[in-house]
């Protein structure tokens, strides 16, 4: 089993920026994808940023140029760094994996961006 826990959420105002972080319970990066998604009041989950075992990262077409999803095997840690925040933006975000065929989520961190 794994888990994930994020943090690194928060309120700030548009054009502002947040680093989330996502800690697995045990060592998995290296061989495992990690991936972001969000999901907005009303809306479906919507896909943000993945990673893979070997560093190849892609981004919603919403967030290329503005969001940056990278990790540290040595921390087990994966980060989004989020830059030129705008109010669309505004959601909870989960940090997921998959081990096998079985998905693992963490339970999510809130990001509030303000017009």
């Known amino acids: 089993q794994v888990q994930l826990v994020e943090s690194g959420g928060g309120l700030v105002q548009a054009g502002g920026s947040l680093r989330l972080s996502c800690v697995a319970s045990?060592?998995?990066?290296?061989?495992?994808?990690m991936a972001w998604y969000r999901q907005a009041p009303g809306k479906q989950r919507e896909f943000v940023a993945t990673i893979t075992r070997s560093g190849i990262t892609d981004y919603a077409p919403s967030v290329k140029g503005r969001f940056t999803i990278s990790k540290d095997h040595a921390k087990n840690t994966v980060y989004l760094q989020m830059n030129n925040l705008e109010p669309e933006d505004t959601a909870v975000y989960y940090c997921?994996?998959?081990?096998?065929?079985?998905?693992?989520w963490g339970q999510g961190t809130q990001v509030t961006v303000s017009s």
């Open positions: 997921n994996t998959l081990v096998g065929s079985q998905a693992y």
């Open positions: 045990r060592s998995i990066f290296n061989i495992n994808p």
